[in-house]
């Protein structure tokens, strides 16, 4: 019996059990890991409000609008840029003419030299490696024909300004690279505002769209009643000055003082109606354009950006405004809001980035932004930032 006893098989129960108790504990662990990853991941992100989103979407456009008038002033500044490259490399090119000719002149003395026998020192100094010492020497000018010294004279001269426009021509070519890369620099910023813009408006169910829409209504609603407000106190103003102006004429009499009245009047008034005729044709002008595209970058005649249409208006009146608003700003005269004009330019926001054309009654004519035409809009639409009377 003992020796049959030897040859049991070992017990494997403990082999069997070991293996599930081993996946027991690492499945307990990943369930403990999973909850407690669970418990501190940060809840999710409220979906934005339809008032965040209209928020964001107007902010954007605003971004668009700044971003486009940089896109025009490098644009502007690559153009004139270019005519100036363009000017300084003919202006070398007469230069090297001139110098070539000259080199040709000093040739020929050169040559007719050789022929009679020897190199003399006109054509040395020609071909010498530093003619500016060799023509130094006075040995060599002493020997030299008034004729000789001046092309020489001139050759010297005309060496030291083509060199001078060659340098002025590459500094006014690295001026034109950078004002090029920051054209595309502020194209693909534009595009890459109005792409966003465009994203989150895709995103809004439609619900979503009529509640903003609502809420475009609205704020063109108030928008279009301040502009009413204006235009009645500007009519009371008006309905004042002709008043007092009626008693002061009364009052004055005839005589001298009716002469000098007349007069000071005829000179106001003769003003006033310069700059209302010329409203008059940019007004006329920016009314044609009504319901054309929002375009940015653009100046015509199929669509425009804001300030391309400022531009097209006045210069239709024979008043050349720059390209962008940060400039347009910069000409004519500024006036209060209270004292508006048709004609005027009226410019909105912090950054100067928008501009309308004021038509009267609290109302202007403006391209908007992408995705709308040229519209009358009440000026009180966006924050104002300052009026000029442009002529």
Same mark, same amino acid.
């Given at each position: 019996?003992?020796? @049959? ?8 129960? @403990?082999?069997?059990? !070991? ?11 990943? $369930?403990?890991? &999973?909850? !407690? ?15 965040? $989103? ?5 902010? @954007? ?7 486009? =008038?940089?896109?025009? %002033? ?13 000017? &300084? ?98 194209? =693909? ?10 994203? @989150?408006?895709?995103? &809004? ?10 809420? %475009? ?36 009499? !005839? ?15 003769? #003003?006033?109606?310069? *700059? ?17 595209? +929002? ?6 005649? #199929? ?17 050349? &405004? ?5 400039? =347009? ?19 909105? *926001? ?23 035409? $040229? ?5 009180? +639409? ?10």
């Amino acid at each position: 019996m003992p020796a @049959l006893a030897s040859h049991r098989k070992p017990r494997t129960r @403990l082999r069997t059990t !070991t293996p599930a108790v081993g996946l027991t504990t690492a499945a307990l662990a990943s $369930v403990t890991l &999973l909850s !407690t990853q669970t418990a501190t991941a940060a809840p999710a992100k409220p979906a934005p409000t339809i008032e965040e $989103v209209q928020k964001k979407v107007d902010g @954007l456009f605003r971004q668009a609008g700044t971003a486009t =008038q940089k896109y025009n %002033e490098a644009k502007s500044a690559s153009a004139k840029q270019r005519d100036e490259v363009d000017a &300084l490399l003919k202006a070398a090119a007469e230069r090297a003419d001139k110098l070539n000719e000259t080199r040709r002149e000093l040739g020929r003395y050169a040559t007719a030299q050789y022929r009679g026998g020897s190199i003399a020192p006109t054509a040395t100094f020609f071909l010498a490696d530093d003619p500016q010492s060799y023509f130094d020497q006075d040995q060599l000018m002493s020997r030299m024909t008034s004729r000789q010294q001046k092309a020489v004279a001139d050759f010297r001269t005309q060496q030291r300004e083509a060199a001078a426009k060659r340098v002025e021509a590459t500094k006014s070519l690295q001026t034109l690279t950078a004002s090029q890369a920051e054209l595309r620099t502020s194209k =693909q910023e534009v595009q890459e505002k109005l792409s966003e813009a465009r994203t @989150l408006l895709s995103k &809004l169910t439609a619900e979503e769209k009529a509640r903003l829409a609502e809420l %475009e209504r609205k704020k063109e609603a108030e928008a279009k009643r301040k502009a009413e407000e204006l235009a009645r106190q500007q009519a009371a103003a008006k309905a004042e000055a002709d008043r007092a102006a009626k008693e002061k004429a009364a009052g004055q009499g !005839t005589g001298s003082g009716t002469a000098s009245g007349t007069g000071t009047g005829t000179g106001g008034s003769g #003003s006033d109606a310069g *700059y209302a005729s010329k409203a008059e044709k940019v007004l006329a002008f920016a009314r044609a354009q009504i319901g054309k595209p +929002y375009v940015w970058g653009a100046t015509g005649p #199929s669509s425009y950006d804001c300030s391309g249409l400022t531009q097209a208006a006045w210069k239709e009146a024979g008043v050349t &405004l720059p390209r962008t608003t940060w400039d =347009q700003v910069k000409v004519g005269t500024r006036v209060a809001t209270a004292d508006l004009q048709p004609g005027d330019l009226v410019f909105f *926001y912090d950054d100067i980035s928008h501009v309308g054309i004021y038509k009267g009654d609290g109302m202007m004519i403006h391209a908007p932004k992408p995705g709308a035409n $040229v519209r009358e809009e009440s000026i009180y +639409y966006m924050p104002i930032y300052g009026s000029v009377r442009p002529a």
